[in-house]
């Protein structure tokens, strides 16, 4: 209803505001602003994502999805990595330090204010035009009565259950990854610093797998099948590794704190690194999918928009467990068997909803053999 470029700016908005109330609880240490601002995040960070999902979906051409995935997958963990960097440099001499400085908030609020104002320089669909000369679907913007029935219709689409897994699983590891391996396990400035690495890898994961979805087999379905299969069997590695760093470790049995500089750093942050390479590779995988399904704006908008809803309800919940000191090990086992759960359900999904690009490709050829046949006999 809004047109992308409105909708992405909303949502953007909403995360000054929200580094401004931390800056604000720095100094006077009331939490009523920090609350209501992390509200309003999450109802900002609904419009971004939902915005941005169906721009990252739609615009690219049906067989280039991976690719445009991957771009945009970097540039938003370019953010992290500057995210990261940030607290790094800032508190580097804090290393047991409770909250970053004011420096640290006031840099985050330059950036998102940036991103905000960039945002309205997006182009309506309609204004698109692709590199192969084809355009994007024209978005006939309906009421808001009209969008909210077909966002239920959502619930009832065989599709979109079959999505349910993998997008309640997206986010729900981000508490565990973040707060008890990051968290307990590092100090101050180190977290800052895995953070980059986790960011970075994210970058190389996203790149690697939206390639591979794009250009290893000529078929579309097949790309898919083993695109998941790959996500898949690194995922198992990945989380057994998790499994091996975290049964030292409990509540009750807390690690001491590692620095950078100690040689006992380098295991866990192996793993913190390749926790980022998985969550890009696995949310790569997924939008890819749903790029897959369809390749007009509105469809995908209401797609992109189901995915994000169930994603954040799951990590709703995933913060909430963490909160309630649900043991270390459940947390972990429990997020492996959601994301392990998911990866069958994606292959049944490509199976019956995708179609090889290959076969469109044909249509068209012999489309215009015909047409150029035609041609020649009315000339003769």
């Not at 931390?22 to 109802?43: E, M, P, S, T």
């Not at 997958?73 to 909250?99: D, K, Q, T």
């Not at 035009?129 to 065989?158: H, I, P, Q």
């Not at 997924?286 to 399904?293: H, N, Q, S, T």
Request: glycine fraction near 10%; proline fraction near 4%; hydrophobic fraction near 45%.
């Amino acid at each position: 209803i809004l047109g992308p470029h409105l909708t992405l700016a909303a949502g953007c908005s909403t995360y000054v505001l929200y580094a401004g109330s931390f800056l604000y609880y720095n100094h006077h240490k009331h939490q009523a602003f920090a609350i209501a601002a992390g509200g309003l995040l999450g109802i900002g960070a609904g419009l971004l994502w939902a915005a941005e999902g169906a721009i990252m979906t739609s615009y690219p051409p049906p067989n280039r999805k991976g690719t445009y995935i991957s771009l945009f997958w970097s540039i938003f963990n370019m953010g992290g990595v500057v995210g990261g960097l940030i607290p790094f440099i800032l508190n580097y001499h804090r290393n047991e330090a409770a909250s970053v400085n004011d420096a640290t908030y006031i840099g985050f609020m330059c950036f998102m204010s940036a991103g905000t104002l960039l945002s309205f320089a997006i182009l309506p669909p309609d204004r698109v035009v692709r590199d192969d000369g084809t355009r994007c679907t024209n978005v006939k913007y309906s009421s808001v009565s009209t969008e909210a029935a077909e966002v239920l219709k959502l619930f009832f689409n065989w599709k979109m259950l079959l999505i349910v897994p993998a997008a309640w699983a997206s986010n729900f590891f981000y508490s565990y990854q973040f707060n008890n391996v990051n968290g307990l396990l590092f100090n101050l400035r180190t977290r800052g610093l895995n953070n980059v690495f986790y960011w970075g890898a994210q970058m190389l994961g996203s790149i690697g797998i939206g390639y591979f979805l794009d250009f290893s087999f000529q078929s579309r379905r097949m790309r898919g099948f083993v695109g998941i299969g790959v996500v898949a069997l690194l995922g198992s590695a990945i989380w057994g590794g998790g499994l091996a760093n975290q049964l030292p470790y409990s509540h009750d049995r807390p690690p001491t704190k590692l620095d950078f500089k100690e040689s006992a750093f380098a295991g866990p942050f192996v793993l913190y690194f390749s926790y980022g390479l998985l969550d890009a590779m696995f949310q790569s995988m997924v939008y890819w999918v749903i790029g897959a399904l369809a390749d007009d704006s509105q469809t995908l908008s209401r797609y992109s928009g189901f995915y994000k809803g169930v994603q954040s309800a799951g990590a709703a919940v995933a913060w909430q467990v963490d909160s309630h000191k649900v043991p270390l090990l459940s947390q972990l086992i429990v997020n492996w068997l959601l994301t392990t759960v998911s990866y069958p359900l994606l292959v049944l999904l490509v199976m019956l909803a995708v179609k090889d690009d290959n076969k469109t490709e044909d249509k068209t050829v012999k489309e215009a053999t015909v047409a150029s046949s035609d041609k020649d006999i009315t000339t003769a």
